[in-house]
Nanobody, 122 residues
Framework: QVQLVESGGGSVQAGGSLRLSCAAS?????MAWFRQAPGKEREGVAR????????YYADSVKGRFIISRDNVKKTLHLQMNSLNPEDTAMYYC??????????????????WGQGTQVNVSS
């Protein structure tokens, strides 16, 4: 069992930045950030393989968000820049504990954090 604890959400004006963090209690094969806005499905934002550092970004955040990890501290980060109101959502950290495609879909991930809210005002 891996526990994930997110931090770093908050409120910011459009054009601003926030940095989310997710502390993991154990080994993870790959990790991802998802987000869910009210009335919408959970959406994959970015994914990283823990050993190689290989990343993937959704088109909606490409060029604005950066996913990274600190292997020593077992912490995942999401640097979010040039935020806009469409980025407003609950953001979730997710982890897959063993090999596989790590396709950025909720069904591929075994463990989830409690979520951290991001609000972007215009």
């Amino acid at each position: 069992q891996v526990q994930l604890v997110e931090s770093g959400g908050g409120s910011v004006q459009a054009g601003g930045s926030l940095r989310l963090s997710c502390a993991a209690s154990g080994y993870t094969y790959c990790m991802a950030w998802f987000r869910q806005a009210p009335g919408k499905e959970r959406e994959g934002v970015a994914r990283i393989y823990y050993s190689s550092g290989n990343t993937y970004y959704a088109d909606s955040v490409k060029g604005r968000f950066i996913i990274s990890r600190d292997n020593v501290k077992k912490t995942l980060h999401l640097q979010m820049n040039s935020l806009n109101p469409e980025d407003t959502a609950m953001y979730y950290c997710a982890a897959r504990s063993f090999g596989g495609s790590c396709y950025i879909a909720p069904s591929e991930y075994h463990f989830w954090g409690q979520g951290t809210q991001v609000n972007v005002s215009s």
